[in-house]
């Protein structure tokens, strides 16, 4: 039964990726530009749709992480800022996040933890993320830095707090 559902999913997907191509040949003023981040989180997209389609939730976390890094390379190839990447690595773990709930809403039997789990990789992404370099990139100087950073970490506790059963 699992095979027939994996065939299923790769049948729609492989079938609306040649549409995708195939309405790029034929409608004159439609540009479709797979550049190379659009591959990246391509691959993501596929790896979510198969979580879905098969009903197999864990395969919406790497789909996640890898759909994610080929958004932060889009931003990077679309506007140059590559040194961004000093602490948009600090995301993953949000895309972790993110990809743990798809599972979760995917297949909660596997799961039924996952919602926690969710919120702590966020909010350690949240916090990585203006540590290494976030803040100062978005123009907020250490005054400002230190208060957001205790206010979150009250609301996780306060979140991870009403979560536990």
């Given at each position: 039964?699992?095979?027939?559902k ?11 990726f ?8 034929l ?15 391509g691959v ?10 098969t ?6 976390i ?6 994610g ?12 800022n ?10 993953i773990?949000?895309?972790?996040g ?5 599972a ?16 702590t ?9 203006i540590l290494?370099g976030g ?6 100087g ?7 950073l205790?206010?979150?970490l ?12």
């Amino acid at each position: 039964m699992e095979n027939r559902k994996t065939s299923y999913a790769w049948g729609i997907i492989l079938v609306l990726f040649g549409g995708l191509l195939l309405a790029n040949q034929l409608i004159p003023n439609l540009r479709i530009s797979l550049d190379w981040p659009w591959i990246v989180m391509g691959v993501g997209a596929v790896f979510i749709l198969l979580a879905i389609f098969t009903r197999t939730g864990g395969l919406a976390i790497p789909g996640s992480i890898v759909g994610g890094i080929g958004a932060i390379l889009y931003y990077q190839d679309l506007t140059g800022n590559w040194e961004t990447w000093s602490f948009a690595w600090t995301l993953i773990p949000g895309f972790i996040g993110v990809g743990i709930a798809l599972a979760t809403l995917i297949s909660p039997r596997e799961n039924p933890d996952g919602w926690s789990s969710s919120i702590t990789m966020l909010v350690i992404s949240l916090i990585t993320f203006i540590l290494f370099g976030g803040s100062l990139y978005f123009g907020l100087g250490n005054l400002v830095l230190w208060p957001i950073l205790v206010i979150g970490l009250g609301l996780f506790l306060l979140v991870k707090g009403l979560l536990k059963k």
